[in-house]
């Protein structure tokens, strides 16, 4: 079973993966961004470690909904409010339970997926951080560690294609040959979980 303190472990985890990834981000959303995507993340784990620490939320619900709004209110761009919705959206489908198990918490991240889908309007193959995220969760009902290489697989497989949403589809054909650094993020994320269920 997954409890509170899992869910603050995957949280912290990210956020230490971001510290680490922060640059290669940047540089993956300079040729096809604005150059930001990095920073924008070390801004926003570092502040969902922070709450985490002061408010101590006590459900796993809670835990994501927390980091959720936290990133909403701390990341300007594209991606907090997608990010943030995400972990929001996953925490409110947890509900109040103590703990879940793997299928309920497999369950709960596609609803997350879906609030993204919902919001920023993409689909698979627009190039975005829905081609990690969709195929991550199909595969979460197998294990953490079939879910972190789906979503390694996605990111990567993001290079030959074209963005159609976010500031890349702005780059029209240009935007192709680049890995989406948004996608790579969410790979991290996914991988960051697998780590923290110990695969
Ligand atoms: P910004 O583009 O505002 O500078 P970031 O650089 O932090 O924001 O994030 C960019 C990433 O956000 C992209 O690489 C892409 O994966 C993701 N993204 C942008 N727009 C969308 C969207 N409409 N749907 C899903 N993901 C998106
Ligand atoms: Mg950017
Ligand atoms: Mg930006």
Redesign the pocket.
């Known amino acids: 079973m997954l409890d509170a303190d899992f869910f603050r472990r995957w949280m912290t985890a990210t956020a230490a993966s971001v510290e680490h990834e922060a640059e290669r ?1 940047t540089a ?2 300079s040729p ?6 990095g920073s ?2 070390q801004r926003g784990f570092r502040a969902v470690a922070t709450a985490l620490e002061k408010e101590e939320p006590g459900t796993p619900g809670a835990v994501l909904m927390l980091a959720g709004r936290t990133l909403i209110s701390t ?6 409010p ?1 990010y943030g919705t995400l972990l929001r959206r996953t925490g409110k489908a947890l509900g109040d339970a103590a703990e879940v198990d793997e299928a309920e918490f497999a369950q709960a991240l596609r609803t997350g997926v879906d609030a ?2 919902q ?4 689909a698979p193959g ?6 990690a995220l969709l195929p991550a969760v199909d595969a979460l009902g197998r294990s953490f560690a079939a879910a972190r290489s789906a979503a390694e697989e996605g990111a990567l497989a ?1 290079t030959p294609l074209q ?1 159609r ?5 702005y780059l029209g054909e240009r935007s192709i040959g680049h890995q ?7 790979a991290i994320l996914i991988a960051a979980l697998a780590e923290t269920a110990g695969e």
């Not at 627009?126 to 081609?131: E, G, N, P």
């Not at 949403?165 to 589809?169: E, I, L, P």
């Open positions: 981000l993956l959303d096809i961004g604005d150059a930001d995507h924008n993340l990341v300007g761009g594209a991606s907090g997608l993204v889908v919001l920023g309007g993409a627009d190039k975005t951080m829905i081609d993001t963005a949403k976010g500031r890349a589809s989406d650094p948004g996608a790579t993020s969410s």
